[in-house]
Structures are given as C-alpha cells and as structure tokens.
C-alpha cells in the first residue's frame, strides 16, 4: 500500500486526484490540503510515502516548499502537479528534490504511474513534460550557416533536393551534403524532426 498526501488548493482537480486514487487498490489517500501550512502541519503527525503537490499554492512557492518538505523529510517522495511546462521550472524543482513532474493535461494512468515509480527511487516525468526537458535550449544550439538557412527553408517549402539545386544554382549533391550535416549538427534523425526543432527555436 502506498499512502499519499495531495497538496492542491483546486477543489475540481483534488477531487478528481481523489476519485483516481479511491479506484487503485495499491493507493491509500491520507488525506488533502490546500496550502503549504497544512501540509507541514500534517507532517508533524504522518509521513506518506508520496507527496502530489501543485506548485503554484496560495501561501508559498511549491518549488520553496519542496525543498523545505525534502529538508526535513527526506524519504518521502515528491511529485510535482502543474499546468506549467516551462523548462526551468521543471529543472528547478528537480534540483529541489522532486521525484518526478506531472503536467495537469496528463492521462490518470500517468498519474498513477509516476506514484508507482517515483516510490520505487525512480524519476518519473509526464510525456509533454519529458518532450520539454528534451527540448534543446535555444542558446546552446549550433548556429545556421546563410546557406543552411537558405536550404532549410526551401525544405520546410516541400522542395525537393534537385528543386533546391535548381533555384541555388548548385550540384544537387551540395543540397544532400548540406542536409546531411545539418542532421548531424542537431544530432536529429530525420529531416522532419531538424524541420521542427528549427522552426521551435526559430532558427528559420
């Protein structure tokens, strides 16, 4: 049996939390509070195994209060609750001694899921919040060359590689080759996926 404890001040998102858990015979809700004052009240009298904690409550910073909860508490496991996805939320909190990130978009068996594995020592983070943590940051990538920019955007069109040839007035080997080291250069598997990367990081 694994006990939590649900830290979110949003009656319609606890009481869907609550009815997921009541389902999961392996789950035991010990209970919900809506600030992070109750929580460490709470504390004082029971340790859970698992702490779901939104991190946007209306007392404190969920990433001050994870740290303070993993400060004192340092067994129990934390799993981060929020509709925010940006990357260096997700990264703090990690440092702060979360377990594991749920976004609020994510499927009840992730949720039931990421308690099953963060108990078991192990990080656990929804799917949109994985793709943002994989997401290269903007900073760090390689810069376009004009002529890898020229040829990216003539294959974001839909041309063909003798198509691009043709308007840049070059060998159609010179567009492959060009296409080849810009796969390499953002270590992406296909043209799809450099299409993509460029276009979020505004690279084109």
Known sequence: MINLLVVEDHPLVSEGLKAIFEREPALNCLGIMATGKDLLMKLQHQHPDVIVMDINLPDTNGLDLCKQVKDLYPTIHILALSINNEKAIIKKIIENGASGYILKDAAQYEIVDAIKTVVQHKPYYSLSASLTLNKPD????????????????????????????????????TVNSH??????????????????????????
Not at 142 to 170: C, H, M, S, Y
Not at 184 to 200: F, G, M, P
């Open 138 to 173: 903007p900073m760090s990538l390689p810069v376009l060359t004009r002529r890898e920019r020229e040829i990216l955007v003539k294959i974001a069109d839909g041309l063909t590689n003798q198509q691009i040839a043709d308007q840049l007035f070059v060998d159609v080997s």
């Open 179 to 204: 296409r080849k080291n810009m796969l390499a250069k953002y270590d992406v598997q296909n043209t799809a996926q450099l299409i993509k990367l460029a276009i979020t990081n505004k690279l084109i």
